[in-house]
């Protein structure tokens, strides 16, 4: 006869916490976010790779591009570079986000000299940047021939169709700096010349970073940046269950520092296959999560598999439409709570902790303080990044309103068959995302602070000062349909949007 789950899959929209005792040295500030990312022995070692916020972002084209990863470890998190993209590519991502020096900025807009002043106004509607590399070749690595900043043309004078050539900083008259300058010596160079931006060329000319003012100075202002023993960029990358014998040498070699099995569905001798070629070939040298499971089934068999991480969660996706195509999938809060528990007796059993990942379904900030109360140790956010400037899509203009484009890895846009693999033929034969747009919401360090703000005074009202201290301490309730309504503001006419806005 079939298992019966008899208490009802829940949503997080379906809990609140309610407050515990908090002294006076419960401050905001006082608030430690560090998380562990792969299994240790807890109490006898500290874990070999930690973050310093519980967000990754999720692997997907849409959402995690090198852009990102450079963006989200800057705010002390963890970007894992979408894997359905080749080999090679996607391993060119991860070494440019390692080759990017916290400080160093790789050129995203770029345009070829025979562009025209049209194509710079489109090219800064799309990126939203006003500096520009002129390069031979168009591209961010090209021979750089100049620079345009917004100061370098007038729209209401200008015949749209001038050749920027004519009105760019030509290289003859640029301040640069030599690829491999320290970022200390890139900001003497700002300061003596007053620039506003600093290109970083090679011995043969080609651009290969800026340098802004302003970043030396924001710089300064990241205190939870996720560096490695070099001080690059921590960065991680989705593998699959296919290829895995040229990705991920490919991706280690590039420098990633931990890989995730991608998989809407991880219960598989597929995942244990890819896990043991992994253990045999590199040890615990290489660092790999597993996923995604929804009971403690799942949870066993990915941990004596040899996951240094599993992620929880089918079907909550916002992209998703799994539990409607194939009627499978868990509430994501029941899911959680329940691998957090296996997760907990595994621990007492063998001493192993494996963090686990909540991901999908994080819809309001306090969403990811309940996933981490429930016994997450992170949560991974796909739709929350897209709406970025620096998710890897373009910003669009729908209706009059700024949107960013936001599709699933199951969508026949994404055409990513292997998440989905069920073995057999290398093909999808119905979807399981759809495309869709998002709020464009600004920068992601603006979006990121106001989320962990929450958190952290969420945190305070229930006297934790560390994650592991609001999983034991966290009293959580569910809460009743009109509960909810109660929750919101009700029986006023609410005069502006701005809930959300920060204090200034
Ligand atoms: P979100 O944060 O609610 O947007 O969910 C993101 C998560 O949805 C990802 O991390 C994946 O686990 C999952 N996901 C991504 N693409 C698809 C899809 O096409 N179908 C189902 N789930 C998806």
Redesign the pocket.
């Known amino acids: 006869m079939a298992t019966y789950f008899t208490e009802p899959s829940r949503t997080f929209s379906e809990y609140l916490l309610v407050p515990g005792y908090s002294s006076c040295e419960c401050t905001p500030a006082n608030v430690s976010l560090k998380t562990p990312i792969v299994k240790f022995r807890k109490g006898e070692e500290e874990p070999s790779l930690t973050m310093n916020i519980p967000m990754v972002s999720?692997?997907?084209q849409s959402v995690s591009g090198e852009r990102m990863a450079c963006a989200l470890a800057r705010e002390g998190g963890i970007s894992f570079i979408y894997g359905s993209q080749s080999v090679e590519n996607e391993a060119a991502m991860v070494r440019r986000v390692k080759a990017t020096k916290a400080g160093f900025v790789r050129s995203d807009s770029n345009l070829s000299p025979d562009a025209t002043l049209a194509d710079v106004l489109a090219k800064k509607e799309e990126t939203g940047h006003s500096t520009m590399a002129i390069t031979e070749d168009g591209s961010a690595e090209g021979k750089l021939l100049g620079i345009l900043t917004s100061r370098d043309y007038r729209v209401s004078r200008m015949d749209p169709n001038t050749k920027v050539t004519a009105f760019m900083t030509p290289y003859e008259k640029l301040i640069c700096g030599r690829d491999g300058c320290s970022l200390s010596q890139a900001n003497d160079l700002i300061w003596e010349y007053k620039l506003n931006q600093l290109p970083i060329v090679d011995e043969e000319q080609h651009l290969k970073a800026f340098v802004f003012r302003k970043d030396y100075d924001s710089h300064k202002e990241h205190p939870n940046e996720l560096l490695d023993g070099d001080k690059r960029y921590v960065v991680g990358a989705g593998i699959n269950t296919r290829d895995y014998e040229q990705r991920v040498p490919a991706l280690v070699e590039a420098g990633a520092d931990v890989l995730c099995i991608d998989s809407?569905e991880g219960f598989s001798e597929w995942q244990a296959i890819t896990l043991k070629w992994i253990r045999d070939r590199y040890g615990d040298s290489v660092k790999v999560g597993a996923g995604?499971v929804v009971d403690a089934e799942g949870f066993r068999f990915l941990a004596e598999a040899g996951a240094d991480f599993i992620k929880i969660?089918i079907?909550?996706?916002?992209?998703?439409?799994?539990r409607e195509q194939k009627g499978i999938g868990r509430g994501q809060a029941t899911a959680t709570i329940e691998v957090a528990r296996a997760r907990d007796e595994y621990y007492k059993e063998t001493g192993i902790y494996i963090p686990i990942c909540s991901?999908?379904?994080?819809v309001h900030d306090y969403h990811i303080t309940l996933a981490l109360a429930m016994g997450a140790d992170f949560v991974?956010?796909?739709?929350?990044f897209?709406r970025f400037e620096e998710s890897p899509t373009k910003k669009v203009t729908v209706n009059g309103t700024y949107m960013k484009e936001?599709w699933?890895?199951?969508?026949a846009r994404?055409r990513n068959w292997q998440?989905y693999d069920m073995g057999g033929a290398n093909k999808l034969s119905f979807?399981?995302?759809?495309d869709s747009y998002v709020p464009y919401a600004g920068a992601l360090k603006d979006n990121v602070d106001l989320t962990l703000s929450k958190i952290k005074h969420t945190m305070c009202n229930c006297g934790a000062l560390t994650i592991e201290e609001l999983q034991q301490k966290a009293k959580i309730t569910l809460v009743s349909s009109t509960s909810i309504v109660e929750g919101g503001a009700h029986d006023v006419v609410v005069k502006d949007n701005t809930l959300d806005a920060k204090v200034k």
């Open positions: 999720a692997i997907m809407s995604n969660g079907g909550g996706g916002s992209i998703c439409i799994t991901d999908g379904g994080i991974m956010l796909g739709r929350y897209s936001y699933g890895e199951g969508s994404a998440r979807v399981e995302g759809v």
